[in-house]
Nanobody
Framework: QVQLVESGGGLVQPGGSLRLSCAAS????????MAWYRQAPGKQRELVAG?????VTNYADSVKGRFTISRDNANVYLQMGSLKPEDTAVYLC?????????WGQGTQVTVSS
């Protein structure tokens, strides 16, 4: 089992920045993939960014050039810049370990003036 705890969400003005963190604990060895998803009210959960154990990253088109995902051992981060109101959502951390997926509880990000 892997436990995930996200932090770093909050209220930010359009154009601002936030850094999300996700700390994994438990059986963190052999984690293959770490990612951030988001879910806005009334919308489907969508992949924002992911990173493999080898450091290969992938991003949703809507965040390319604005968000950066990184990882450090059992932690994964999402640096978000040039935030837009449409980035408002609950951001959830996800890891894949030996073909099993685990989710955090999520952290709210609200972009509003």
């Amino acid at each position: 089992q892997v436990q995930l705890v996200e932090s770093g969400g909050g209220l930010v003005q359009p154009g601002g920045s936030l850094r999300l963190s996700c700390a994994a604990s438990g059986s963190t060895f052999a984690i293959n993939y770490m990612a951030w998803y988001r879910q806005a009210p009334g919308k489907q959960r969508e992949l924002v960014a992911g990173i493999t154990s080898g450091g290969v990253t992938n991003y949703a088109d809507s965040v390319k050039g604005r968000f950066t995902i990184s990882r450090d051992n059992a932690n994964v981060y999402l640096q978000m810049g040039s935030l837009k109101p449409e980035d408002t959502a609950v951001y959830l951390c996800n890891v894949v370990r030996l073909a099993n997926g685990f989710w955090g509880q999520g952290t709210q990000v609200t972009v509003s003036s």
